[in-house]
T-cell receptor
């Protein structure tokens, strides 16, 4: 069975500093990987996704994530964070086997400090 | 596009009462997902539909929960009778097709059962 682990429940970081949010998964088949962001009192929004091809994927607001098959990881990074990046970030995996279900990690709360 | 619409946004009810949550997916999407989010258990998939047909309801916690999708533009999640432990934020999400495509989340319904 597939699973997703986000080791860090909270990550405080100062504004303009770099950040990495870690995500590891387990699956016996090939997968699709996603990062979603949830701002307070809102639903989840897709940040970026890996389906196939280049292992480095980017979002429009400066985040990037790299799929590492050997380490079964999909860590999210941003070289310089803003106050507005304060939110909860969820990693999700979907097996490429027709099950159509997403498994979400427990989330990482990113707090950007002034 | 209006996005996924959920109603009500907030619901407060007494234990034992019936609760009905509603969702209107994005037009043209043929997959619909119901999730529950709590601090203790994170984001859990309850059930999902494909072309109005329930595909996987293994996440439905017990018989008090039921979900229907009578047509492509409407779904309900019903809890009868409700219990305090059902207090959570319930999200509906839709997807243009199952598998790799991302899910679009509604704003959620915050349910409080007293």
């Amino acid at each position: 069975a597939q699973s997703v682990t986000q080791l860090d429940s909270q990550v405080p970081v100062f504004e303009e500093a770099p950040v990495e949010l870690r995500c590891n998964y387990s699956s016996s088949v090939s997968v699709y990987l996603f990062w979603y962001v949830q701002y307070p009192n809102q639903g989840l929004q897709l940040l970026l996704k890996y389906l196939s091809g280049s292992t480095l994927v980017e979002s429009i607001n400066g985040f990037e994530a790299e799929f590492n098959k050997s380490q079964t990881s999909f860590h999210l990074r941003k070289p310089s964070v803003h106050i507005s990046d304060t939110a909860e970030y969820f990693c999700a995996v979907s097996e490429n086997s027709g099950t159509y279900k997403y498994i979400f990690g427990t989330g990482t709360r990113l707090k950007v400090l002034a | 596009d209006a996005g996924v619409i959920q109603s009500p946004r907030h619901e407060v009810t007494e234990m034992g009462q019936e609760v009905t949550l509603r969702c209107k997916p994005i037009s043209g999407h043929n997959s619909l997902f119901w999730y529950r989010q709590t601090m203790m258990r994170g984001l859990e998939l309850l059930i999902y539909f494909n072309n109005n047909v329930p595909i996987d309801d293994s996440g439905m916690p017990e018989d008090r929960f039921s979900a229907k999708m009578p047509n492509a533009s409407f779904s309900t999640l019903k809890i009868q009778p409700s219990e305090p432990r059902d207090s959570a934020v319930y999200f509906c999400a839709s997807s243009p097709r199952t598998g790799a495509n991302e899910q679009y989340f509604g704003p959620g319904t915050r349910l409080t059962v007293t």
